[in-house]
Structures are given as C-alpha cells and as structure tokens.
C-alpha cells in the first residue's frame, strides 16, 4: 500500500462516518415527523378546549392519557372535568380490571405460548362481573377452561364465565398461538 493511498483512507474513513451519521439523523428526523411526534403546539393550558366529538383530533403536544387540572378556573370548566378522585368513588370502572399477557415457554412443537392474567384492582374493595374482553378472533391451539375465558363471537370474550371476580382476584390462564392477541376490558357489571 504506497502512502497516496493510506492518506486517501484516513480521509475518506471520517467523511463516511459523517455521511453515515448524517444519513442516520435525517432518517430518524423524518420517522419521528411521519408519525406526528413533531406536531408541537404551544398553547396555555387554560386555552386548550375539551372537544366531545370524538373524531376530533388534539394536534397540541400533550399525552393522550395526561391529565390536565384546572386550578380557579371556570366553573363550566370544572363541572365537564371528570371525577379525579377515584379512591373515595363506591363505583367500579372497566379501569379496574387488568389484563396483562407474556410470552411464555413454546409448546413441544414449537408455537408460542402466553400467559394471560385479569386482576381485579377495584380500590372500593368492589366484585366485578360479567367482565367482557375485546379479543378479536381469539383461538389457541392449547385447550383453555371454557369456564375461565371463552369467546362469544367476534371480539367478544367472556371471563369467568361471567361470575363475579372478587377483589384482589386473579384469573389466569394459557394460549398458544403464532401471535398474541391484544386484549382489553369492553364492558363489566358491577
């Protein structure tokens, strides 16, 4: 190797460290601009209005789950904030149940198993019944107690087989599937 050339990799081994690193910013810039973490909004907090149409989108640069307190603000402001105080509330909520999922060993053939649980985590010391899951088309290739989570119809899932799951409970159950389904509480009785 004559010494042109070691020159010529010493310079071009920075420069393409730079482009790489340039390429890998402006790539990520425009990943994060697509999917709307860029929007930003500034705006005081008192401005901001509650919409009721639920199609109407929030463009301002807050969480969607954040919650936001008015301190001596309107009354009419006040009166359509919802209760905040859930600890003192005698009512159950589709909130207090938890559904949380892993994955777990794979069955001897291979297929991915999940472990399913749905806690009950009512404050007010509450049994929740007829506690339906929105679960799709839920199927498992392991047979699961139809008496502890069974599927209705479509996106349609009972637990417990409807029964009361008192508080601090725990149901928990396993599926095996090629994929995990998403589940989320759809409606309870209390």
């Given amino acids: 190797m004559s010494f042109e050339s070691s020159i010529r990799c010493r310079i071009n ?4 460290v730079v482009f790489s690193i340039a390429l890998l910013l402006i790539m990520g810039i425009y990943t994060v601009s697509d999917h709307g973490l ?9 401005s901001v209005k509650k919409s009721t149409n639920s199609t109407a989108q929030n463009n301002s640069f807050y969480s969607s789950h954040r919650k936001l307190f008015f301190i001596g603000g309107k ?3 006040q009166k359509n904030e919802a209760n905040t105080n859930r600890i003192w509330d005698d009512n159950c ?3 207090d149940i938890v ?17 399913v649980e749905i806690m ?3 404050v007010a010391a509450c049994n929740i019944s007829r506690i339906h899951v929105s679960c799709g088309w839920f199927s498992s290739a392991r047979l699961i107690n139809p008496h502890v989570f069974k599927r ?9 087989d409807g029964k009361p799951l008192e508080y601090g409970y725990t149901i ?15 409606s309870i009785a209390c």
């Avoid at 081994?13 to 393409?16: N, R, S, V, W």
């Avoid at 559904?99 to 472990?115: A, C, F, M, V």
């Avoid at 209705?152 to 417990?160: A, E, R, S, T």
């Fill in 152 to 160: 209705l119809h479509f996106n349609d899932c009972l637990v417990n």
């Fill in 120 to 122: 009950n985590v009512c």
């Fill in 75 to 77: 009354e009419e402001e």
């Fill in 13 to 16: 081994a920075p420069l393409t």
């Fill in 172 to 186: 928990s159950f396993q599926y095996a599937n090629t994929y995990s389904y998403p589940l989320s509480v759809s």
């Fill in 38 to 46: 860029m929007k930003f909004t500034f705006s005081p907090v008192s």
């Fill in 99 to 115: 559904i949380s999922q892993g994955q777990t060993q794979p069955l001897p053939n291979g297929i991915p198993t999940y472990t």
């Fill in 93 to 95: 909520s589709e909130s």
